[in-house]
């Protein structure tokens, strides 16, 4: 009985942090039914990712929320009214803040990536990498800054420390912030993605990643070149992905022995099959003889194919080449090849073979 009454000042408090203890245990399946509830209408299934982002750092609130209230309800409630208490659950609340923060910016979070898509930015694994980490590096700066503002520290001279700081780095780290720097300018002008067709700096292949230092292409024989992002940035850059059509240029070389109709009727046939040719745009499509060569007649033949792949693009192309084929033996004209022709005016007298 007398450690009844001893307990007695106690019960309210014990009663009140106990709701909330079980409050934290409930609130994992409590607040994911909820989510699930709100963002119902969302076009992403996002509610596992924000539901992991407020788990835990909310559960921390309820149960600085419970003790505070707890001590509140009890005999020790002048604990309450200390700079101390005061200070230590503000900031519990900030860091929980934070701590929230920190996860929904997370590369994985889907509600991340949601907001950069709905922002134009395409984003892949080696980008959204970078500007997470630097999202991150940030919440944890500001982090460290409120808490020592409310703890009562002049935050003026940490800034200013960072700023000196932040000097010393950046000039013994001039080359590396430059390509962290032109990493960012690469995700926001987007001038190639992963898997793009480039040509840079005489390096030729398709990129494969995408980090805070390097780009990495994996050139056709297969070697992997890392170029620094800076280098990217300062050179000019051939992205033959983002085209829209490849272009189609064939010099067609027939003999001299070709009579100017069945040029013209070659010229003919060749626009004929061309314009039939459902791959090809018809606009800026042209056949024309345009030079007498050394050794053949030159017909320039320029158009524009519908498929910027290899696979397809080749395809057409041996159609095109097999139809110039078929033209040539139906006029009864063939190609020419590489050929010199010695005339001799007059044979020396010893040379001369007597008869």
């Given amino acids: 009985m007398n450690f009844l009454l001893v307990l007695q000042p106690w019960f ?15 609130f994992h399946f409590l607040f994911l039914k909820a989510l699930s509830f709100l963002l119902d209408k969302l076009p992403i299934s996002a509610d596992a990712d924000i539901g992991k982002a407020f788990d835990r750092p909310a559960r921390v609130i309820i149960f600085i929320f419970g003790l505070y209230a707890a001590l509140g309800a009890s005999p020790w409630q002048l604990i309450l009214e200390t700079d ?25 979070n889907t509600l ?18 970078i500007l997470s980490t630097c999202i991150h590096t940030l919440l944890i700066f500001l982090c460290i800054a409120s808490l020592s503002s409310a703890w009562g520290f ?10 000196i700081g932040g000097l010393a780095i950046s000039m013994a780290a001039k080359d590396s912030l430059s390509n962290i720097f032109a990493g960012f300018i690469i995700f926001m002008d987007k001038p190639f993605s992963i898997g793009d067709w480039i040509v840079c700096n005489n390096v030729e292949g398709t ?31 051939i992205n033959y992905t983002k085209r829209d059509r490849r272009r189609i240029d064939i010099t067609l070389g027939v003999t001299y022995e070709t009579t100017k109709a069945q040029l013209e009727e ?12 459902e791959n090809l745009y018809e606009e800026d499509m042209s056949v024309a003889f345009t030079k007498m060569n050394e050794s053949s007649l030159d017909i320039a033949i320029v158009c524009y194919c519908h498929f910027t792949d290899y696979n397809s693009y080749v395809k057409v192309l041996e159609n095109i080449n097999l139809g110039i084929m078929g033209i040539l033996e139906e006029v009864g004209a063939s190609c020419a090849f590489p050929s010199t022709s010695l005339y001799v005016e007059k044979v020396p007298e010893k040379l001369c073979i007597p008869n």
């Fill in 207 to 237: 990129v494969e990643s995408i980090s805070f230092r390097s780009t990495n292409i994996r050139t056709f024989p297969q070697a992997l070149v890392y170029i620094p992002n800076s280098l990217l940035t300062n050179t000019p850059v």
């Fill in 12 to 26: 309210n408090a014990i009663g009140i942090f106990l709701f909330f203890i079980l409050l934290c245990g409930f």
């Fill in 112 to 129: 991340f990536i949601y907001i950069l898509k709905r922002l134009g930015y395409e984003i892949n694994t080696s980008i959204s990498n």
């Fill in 84 to 108: 101390l208490a005061s200070h230590i659950f503000h900031s519990v609340l900030i860091f929980c803040g934070y701590w929230i923060a920190y996860n929904l910016s997370d590369d994985t």
């Fill in 266 to 277: 070659i010229i003919d046939k060749l626009r004929q099959m061309l314009k039939a040719n």
């Fill in 154 to 163: 002049n935050i003026s001279g940490f800034i200013a420390g960072l700023s």
